[in-house]
């Protein structure tokens, strides 16, 4: 028997791919197959199932190109009602492959679908459980987002969600190793581990959520702090539930290159989104003008979703040349699907045609440290709430860059202000959606609030409750 988990950092997201005596099952493929596809061949193994823990909010699965691909049938649990083919399990039904079984245990509560999968190996051991959304390390699926298709609270979903931790996982081995779908940094929970794997015996100790003393505690502990969830999400639902276009479709159309005068063109034509995936190192120093910044080198995919929101939205990209590929892959797995294109060789192109350039500016912690005044400059910090709260610099306003539409309006463009994240990703991503809406008499902080802390400039965990 072979586990392997395929763990993707910038959605914090784990696939599995199990094998056993020539046939194979994946849990929770993500849209691009052909390192599935790969492994399968490497392996010489048969895939035989593909297994979805529910219909995912925050990427769009793999499972339909990769059972078109295969023939192998795709599983969910009981409740789920897709519009294509596939197989509704029941409850505790077994499904074998090669020489192991996998147990399904409907645990419903982050979505009334949730399942979880027990691996049953060789021996007739419970050994492993594929857990979803339903339990993470530290963490438990936010019971938030089913409402409105199940019609039902938030509240009565952390209830259902409660009695399937208590009635199927809590009974199950100390030793069986966890396997969850998601890590530290996705959207689906808020208090996650940076491990990607740990016992069920360590989770009944130290996680949170399985240690509240009854029902009405646990719903209290769940559902406190949570905070809205990305506007993409629930297209993403709609995909993994209805179905959509092929990758390879998506990414043929999306790997066209404009030279720079039909580029404008079709900018100027159109209501395409200039989206720069360039790093912010290179970004601020010059771009095209109305350009939003979001780094390929970072949490890519899920800032695209949560800035953008909107999955129709056509895109045209500026990238630095040898990442197109990379930048539709990452795009399509929220969903984002209507990519016009490429400007033909990146920026360069751009800047040495002589058209018109933007620029940032941007200063450093120690630049920052001698122009900041206590009580008289004003710093936004656009980390989390939680980021914020820890230690800020003094009398900073927090401005979480999630929520950049609801504050933006209230900042006087008239008065300068100084702009950080933690280390400069975010606050580029801020950085250009403020100049873009013509703020522009702001200076960010290369390094962020990291770089910042080391310098003389006063830090507190104290609040401010004032107004920008």
């Known amino acids: 028997m072979k586990i392997e988990q395929i763990y993707t950092r910038c959605l914090a997201q784990g696939a599995y791919y199990v094998s056993s005596d ?52 795709i599983i969910f649990g009981p409740n789920a009602a897709p519009e294509f083919e596939c197989i509704i399990a029941e409850d505790e039904q077994i499904f074998e492959i090669g020489k ?40 438990v699926g936010r019971p938030d987002l089913a409402q409105k298709a199940a019609d039902i609270t938030q509240d009565q979903l952390a209830g259902i969600l409660y009695d399937s931790l208590m009635e199927k996982i809590m009974p ?24 990607t794997l740990d016992t069920l015996g360590n989770q009944k100790k130290m996680n949170y959520a399985l240690n509240q003393v009854n029902k009405a505690s646990f719903v209290a502990a769940v559902t406190d702090g949570l905070l809205p969830p990305p506007a993409y999400f629930g297209a993403n639902i ?12 998506v990414k043929e159309k999306g790997l066209k290159t404009f030279s720079c005068v039909d580029f404008q063109a079709l900018a100027e034509i159109s209501s395409a ?25 970072g949490e890519f995919a899920p800032w695209v979703g949560a800035m953008i929101g909107d999955v129709k939205q056509a895109i045209l990209v500026v990238a630095k040349p040898g990442t197109e590929e990379e930048v539709i892959t990452r795009l399509s797995r929220v969903g984002f699907d209507t990519i016009l294109g490429f400007l033909d060789g990146g920026f360069e192109t751009w800047k040495n045609s002589g058209k018109e ?30 980021e914020y709260a820890a230690n800020h610099v003094a009398e900073a306003y927090s401005k979480p860059l999630t929520s950049i539409n609801n504050w933006i309006n209230h900042l006087n463009k008239e008065e300068h202000f100084f702009l950080h994240c933690a280390g400069g990703y975010r606050s580029m991503i801020a950085a250009s959606i403020l100049q873009s809406r013509g703020y522009r008499n702001f200076s960010e902080i290369d390094g962020g609030f990291t770089a910042i802390a080391k310098t003389s400039v006063p830090t507190t965990n104290y609040i401010c409750q004032s107004k920008v």
């Open 357 to 386: 350039i933007d620029q940032i500016h941007r200063i450093n912690s120690s630049e920052f440290s001698e122009k900041f005044i206590p009580e008289k400059s004003v710093v936004i910090d656009v980390r989390k709430d939680t």
């Open 100 to 139: 192991i079984k996998l147990k399904v245990l409907h645990t419903p509560g982050h979505t009334m679908e949730s399942t979880c999968y027990l691996l049953i190996d060789e021996n007739g051991k419970n050994t492993a459980l594929f857990s979803g959304d339903t339990l993470f390390l530290g963490d």
């Open 172 to 195: 199950l081995e100390d030793d069986i190793i966890v396997y969850p779908a998601h890590g530290a940094g996705s959207a689906c929970g808020k208090n996650m581990m940076k491990e």
């Open 22 to 73: 020539g046939e194979a099952f994946i849990i929770d493929p993500l849209r691009e197959t052909d390192p599935y596809i790969e492994r399968l061949e490497k392996d010489k193994v048969k895939l035989k199932y593909i297994f979805e823990t529910h219909f995912h909010a925050d990427f769009v699965s793999g499972h339909l190109d990769l059972s078109r691909k295969t023939n192998a049938p």
């Open 273 to 297: 989104l200039i989206l720069d995936t360039r790093d912010s190192s290179v970004f601020y120093q010059g771009f095209i003008p109305q350009s939003i910044n979001i780094g390929l080198n």
């Open 238 to 249: 709609a995909m993994n539930k209805k179905g959509y276009e092929s990758f390879e479709v």
